[in-house]
Nanobody
Framework: QVQLVESGGGSVQPGESLRLSCTAS????????IGWFRQAPGKEREGVSTFSVTDGRTFYSDSVKGRFTISRDDAKNTVYLQMDSLKPEDTGLYYC????????????????????WGQGTQVTVSS
């Protein structure tokens, strides 16, 4: 089983930055993609950014493109999400997740393609 643990969330003001971390343990070989999703109260889970393990491609939602950066440290089995210029609409519970053989780049943002999930870390952006 794959275990994912997120950290790095917090409460910040607009324009500030946070870096989220997700560390994987267990049987991690074989996942095709690892990414970040977020969910605000009353909203659907939204794909934020994904790293494709098979070819190294990265994906970002339009709302975060240019502000967020996903990266991976293979030696530490950790994926990061650097979040700059945070906005109130970035507020939510952020999850990391891995996808396996059913994953498709064309729908990288679909939560249904991901099977292992962390418990989430809260990000709150307010003035």
């Amino acid at each position: 089983q794959v275990q994912l643990v997120e950290s790095g969330g917090g409460s910040v003001q607009p324009g500030e930055s946070l870096r989220l971390s997700c560390t994987a343990s267990g049987f991690t070989l074989g996942y095709y993609a690892i990414g970040w999703f977020r969910q605000a109260p009353g909203k659907e889970r939204e794909g934020v950014s994904t790293f494709s393990v098979t070819d190294g491609r990265t994906f970002y939602s339009d709302s975060v493109k240019g502000r967020f950066t996903i990266s991976r440290d293979d030696a530490k089995n950790t994926v990061y999400l650097q979040m700059d210029s945070l906005k109130p609409e970035d507020t939510g519970l952020y999850y990391c997740a891995t996808a396996h053989y059913n994953w498709r780049a064309s729908t990288w943002y679909s939560a249904g393609l991901y099977d292992y999930w962390g418990q989430g870390t809260q990000v709150t952006v307010s003035s």
